[in-house]
């Protein structure tokens, strides 16, 4: 460890401070050092692999339930609105 | 992330749709309506009492987004826009309801340092003793529909700035950038209330599906065969 520290690599991640990093990992809020320690980690651990893949379906999933519809009355309000927008709008030009 | 692109894909014709409907070209109008209006709805939902309350927030916000339409100079993205003028004007409604939430009075859970991952699950050395499971991905895409419901009501029972800030970022697809301008946060305290609040849903997810998603159908009566 004193020699991966001489050689400015910071000493290895364990996997309990690795789960803590996720987020900053995939948000790109890492600074390169630190990524580096984190990938050097992941690159040789499968069950921190294996967290990062979860989260990562997790964030897929995620991504997908906000997938509904628009109720047709307020969509039909709105389109009125509009109509009367564009109306007022042409009048003051 | 393959999926990630449907959010960012949309970006390139918001300017279009935006050009279109400076002319008066209600169609792209209502693409614009149908495209934001549901995220809109939910971020509403998270400020005042009721669905309805919310519906109107989003009204209001659409015919304030036309009135100050001239003003929109395509500088920030048509949805920081849009959720800018609708944050506002739900705290505004949520104040005159009298269910006064600003942010910071909002219920954060744990935002200390405590561990996300249950202590026991690693050994003295900080190794896995109780590692993951890796998810079985044609397992998780046959029942992508459970999960959405399951991953639905855990983020529902998040701690409140929890369930804000992923409801921004990792649901309506805002960067951290934009969820921490809207609440008036900074970026690391975004990603903080974000780690938290995903820790808390990967678990869920993760104990579903080790419990096995679909395997104890037909539960409730949902086989045809009557």
Known sequence: MTVLNFLGRGAPLSCRELVELVTDYLEGAMPARERRRFERHIAGCPHCTAYLEQLRTTLDVLGTIGEDDIEEPVREDLLAAFRGWHAERAGDA | ?226
Not at chain 2, 67 to 78: K, Q
Not at chain 2, 103 to 123: H, I, K
């Open chain 2, 1 to 226: 992330m393959a999926d990630g692109t449907q959010t960012r894909a949309g970006a390139a014709d918001d300017a279009e749709l935006v050009a279109r409907l400076r002319l008066g070209d209600e169609r792209a109008f209502a693409t614009l309506v149908a495209r934001y209006s549901p995220s809109m709805l939910r971020v509403a939902r998270m400020y005042v009492s009721s669905q309805a309350v919310a519906e109107d927030v989003v009204q209001e916000t659409w015919l304030g987004f036309l009135r100050g339409l001239d003003r929109f100079e395509g500088r920030s993205s048509l949805k920081t826009w849009l959720f800018r003028i609708l944050v506002n004007r739900a705290i505004t409604r949520g104040e005159r309801e009298a269910r006064s939430v600003p942010f910071s009075a909002l219920d954060s859970g744990d935002e200390g340092d405590s561990p996300t991952v249950e202590a026991d699950r690693f050994g003295a050395d900080g190794a896995w003793l109780t590692p993951p499971r890796p998810f079985d991905q044609p397992e998780i895409r046959a029942h992508a529909l459970e999960l959405r419901g399951e991953l639905r009501s855990a983020l529902a029972e998040l701690p409140e700035r929890q369930r804000v800030v992923v409801t921004l970022h990792d649901v309506e697809g805002l960067g951290t950038d934009e969820v921490a301008t809207l609440l008036g946060i900074t970026e690391n305290n975004a990603r903080v209330l974000l780690h938290r609040g995903r820790a808390h849903l990967q678990a869920t997810l993760a104990g579903y599906v080790d419990h096995g998603a679909g395997r104890n159908e037909p539960a409730r009566g949902e086989d045809s065969s009557t």
